[in-house]
């Protein structure tokens, strides 16, 4: 259950990029030896959106909105259902791109928590 409003900021690109930050530490001794102390990780991911243009400062204006904020961000488009694409987190930064006449581009960094 997530309590909230829901904003739909644009469409996710294809080439969204997930993964992990592993925040576990190794350490090498002099003889060569490799100790590995397992930690936490984070969810994470960079995506492009499509924003219309008429949509540009509204997606900016929301964006600064939830700054520091723990959101849960569904990257997931119509059509597709991947848990890989849905991180309660927040966003790290975001790029709004502007390259032609009607629609522009959002880079966007998410990350989760542990």
Do not use: H
């Amino acid at each position: 259950m997530v309590i909230g409003s829901q904003i739909t900021l644009g469409q996710t690109q294809y080439d969204a990029s997930v993964g992990i930050q592993d925040y576990s530490v190794y350490s090498t001794d002099s003889l060569g030896r490799t100790y590995l102390n397992q930690r936490d990780y984070a969810d994470r991911a960079e995506v492009g959106l499509w924003i219309t243009n008429s949509m540009v400062d509204i997606v900016r204006r929301k964006l600064a909105e939830v700054s520091g904020v723990m959101s849960l961000w569904d990257l997931n488009n119509a059509g597709s259902d991947y848990d890989s694409l849905r991180i309660y987190g927040f966003f790290e930064s975001f790029d709004i791109i502007n390259p032609g006449p009607s629609i522009s581009k959002c880079l966007l960094t998410i990350r989760g928590t542990t």
